[in-house]
T-cell receptor, first 114, second 111 residues
Framework: NAGVTQTPKFQVLKTGQSMTLQCAQDMNHNSMYWYRQDPGMGLRLIYYSASEGTTDKGEVPNGYNVSRLNKREFSLRLESAAPSQTSVYFC?????????????FGPGTRLLVL | TQLLEQSPQFLSIQEGENLTVYCNSSSVFSSLQWYRQEPGEGPVLLVTVVTGGEVKKLKRLTFQFGDARKDSSLHITAAQPGDTGLYLCAGARTNAGKSTFGDGTTLTVKP
């Protein structure tokens, strides 16, 4: 199993450009998440999807859109990138066992917006 | 509003020393998790605590959940350079999704 995979690993954008960050998991998990991580800060939730066909806003959704394409894939789109969106983006999927959730994270996408 | 406060923010120690890092909140959590993140990688779950007063041990790491389920600590005995990384705590209000992460403690263990 590859776990959670993210593409691309690195990306440089100019202000105003758009791009889509891809995430896929092969663990048959229902829930998937997108976080951003900035220097000196923890993970902040952008959007999450509790199951295929559903998405909900997290703590910092402005400037982003998401698509839960199927159970495996959850993409994050920046329609018009801004320098404030320079960050490291992590995708995660989770399983529930005994009432407890375990999240599995991808390796991250490092995005620089000039 | 930062629901989870982690301290210290940075910690640099020599190999063999002991250390404790803290995760505090004014909110009650149903469960709390600790993750370790190495440079260039995503966080990896270390432990989940769910019961007030619970203590869990993972080799040289000891995790404690406060009696009121508002705070937690991570104690490392005889730290090794391999323990270097960012330690994140995350609290869940219910046992289903949307965890809140602290800002993390960056630990450096020098050989």
């Amino acid at each position: 199993n590859a776990g959670v995979t993210q593409t691309p690993k690195f990306q440089v954008l100019k202000t105003g450009q758009s791009m889509t960050l891809q995430c896929a998991q092969d663990m048959n998990h229902n829930s998937m998440y997108w976080y951003r991580q900035d220097p000196g800060m923890g993970l902040r939730l952008i959007y999450y999807s509790a199951s295929e066909g559903t998405t909900d806003k997290g703590e910092v959704p402005n400037g982003y859109n998401v698509s839960r394409l199927n159970k495996r894939e959850f993409s994050l789109r920046l329609e018009s990138a801004a320098p404030s969106q320079t960050s490291v983006y992590f995708c995660a999927s989770s399983r529930f066992s005994g009432g407890l959730e375990t999240q599995y994270f991808g390796p991250g996408t490092r995005l620089l917006v000039l | 509003t930062q629901l989870l406060e982690q301290s210290p923010q940075f910690l640099s120690i020599q190999e063999g020393e002991n250390l404790t890092v803290y995760c505090n909140s004014s909110s009650v959590f149903s469960s709390l998790q600790w993750y370790r993140q190495e440079p260039g990688e995503g966080p990896v779950l270390l432990v989940t605590v769910v019961t007030g007063g619970e203590v869990k041990k993972l080799k040289r790491l000891t995790f404690q959940f406060g009696d009121a389920r508002k705070d937690s600590s991570l104690h490392i005995t005889a730290a090794q350079p391999g323990d270097t990384g960012l330690y994140l705590c995350a609290g869940a209000r219910t046992n289903a999704g949307k965890s809140t992460f602290g800002d993390g403690t960056t630990l450096t263990v020098k050989p």
